[in-house]
């Protein structure tokens, strides 16, 4: 439960805004104009301050801000064994800005990737902090649900079974190689299964010959096959939202269609779940939460640098009470503040004023931590 091990009463996605160092470096190595080495350091020097800078505020898990990724989900999917990634037209639109139109898909058998830099990207994370390093990847279903059976070789994949089968091997041989880098906090980056709540997004799946209704468990089936041989001391939480693109959004719906499934057939220790609009719906469905699992209330916007209210949100975290016990329940952002490189619109004095009345508004309502 929070206050011992992960997630914590106060906590945070993952992403932060980048400083503007790490942007002119990365624009640099792009052009070629500096080595890899080069944006290494930086990135490093940066990394180290916002590992320090989270530290000071009170949180006791930290992530790198995810500063050497371009995409929360496509630097990690594309170094699997089997998955390309390559420009085209997205088929899940944001209600605003699109990003970059790079997309993945799958040409071979998937397999893990040992060799893979987020490996040593944790490594250095953790020598950097003195509390719990957080790691956070896409989830499994990342590699289906934004490009469906068109985007998986049937050469390599004539029955789909085969393509989930291997999938959950790969990501249980790099849940693996996480926890023998030192992770112990883990985070599955999990958008699809609230996108399955969006009526809209639901009709596309529709579309394209595959069920809605299947699909929650068909993932569920996928990430437990994925998490089912972590150690007992490794916390593997997920994150839930509807987009998060320059601060604005793709899905929304509340998540009674996925509840049950969420909350009673996947085997995670908590839930990040978005819950900063009126977009997620009520906590009605947190009624599913069994005993042992925490949900992390993403009360705090991260869209934008407006200030919450203290006390609304102490309001807030009363009202989820009544639907799953004061005592599994936490208080985060509903989102990163950079899911990918360009991030949200607001300052980094924004983003850090919210972290801070996170840790505050946890420390009223749960007094530890």
Not at 124 to 132: Q, S
Not at 297 to 310: A, D, F, N, Y
């Amino acid at each position: 439960m929070p206050g011992t091990v992960p997630p914590f009463r106060a906590d945070h996605v993952g992403s932060l805004l980048r400083p503007q160092t790490v942007k002119e470096a990365r624009a640099l190595r792009a052009a070629g104009e500096i080595d890899a080495d080069a944006l290494r350091a930086i990135e490093d020097e940066a990394i180290r301050d916002v590992v320090a800078r989270q530290e000071a505020i009170g949180l006791k898990a930290v992530t790198d801000g995810e500063f050497r990724r371009a995409f929360w989900q496509i630097d990690f999917l594309e170094r699997l064994q089997g998955v390309e990634s390559y420009e085209g037209e997205r088929k899940v639109k944001f209600q605003g800005p699109q990003p970059k139109p790079v997309l993945l898909r799958t040409v071979g058998r998937v397999g893990p990737a040992l060799d893979h830099p987020m490996l040593d990207h944790f490594r250095f994370l953790k020598e950097a902090t003195t509390v719990t390093p957080k790691m956070t990847i896409p989830s499994p279903s990342s590699l289906h649900f934004r490009y469906g059976r068109e985007a998986i070789s049937t050469d390599a994949y004539p029955d789909m079974a085969d393509f989930y089968r291997d999938l959950a091997d790969a990501y249980a041989v790099m849940v693996r190689a996480f926890y023998e880098a030192g992770c112990r906090y883990l985070q599955l980056d999990e958008v699809n299964l609230a996108y399955l709540c969006d009526p809209d997004l639901r009709d596309q799946v529709r579309a394209r010959g595959e069920d809605p209704d299947a699909l929650p468990d068909t993932y569920a089936d996928l990430i437990n096959g994925a998490i089912a041989d972590r150690p007992s001391d490794m916390t593997v939480t997920m994150h839930l939202c509807r987009g998060n693109f320059r601060s604005t959004f793709v899905a929304s719906g509340g998540y009674e269609p996925v509840a049950a499934t969420l909350l009673n057939r996947i085997d995670v220790d908590g839930y990040f779940m978005e819950y900063d609009t009126d977009r997620a719906g009520g906590f009605e469905p947190l009624r599913h939460t069994p005993k042992g699992k925490t949900i992390v209330l993403g009360l705090v916007t991260s869209k934008s640098g407006e200030m919450e209210s203290p006390d609304a949100l102490k309001r807030r975290i009363d009202e989820a009470a009544q639907h799953v016990p004061l005592d599994q329940l936490a208080l985060s952002p509903q989102c990163g503040f950079s899911s990918t490189e360009e991030g949200n619109v607001l300052t980094e004095d924004d983003q850090w004023r919210k972290l801070e009345m996170i840790v505050s508004v946890a420390r009223d309502v749960w007094g530890d931590l």
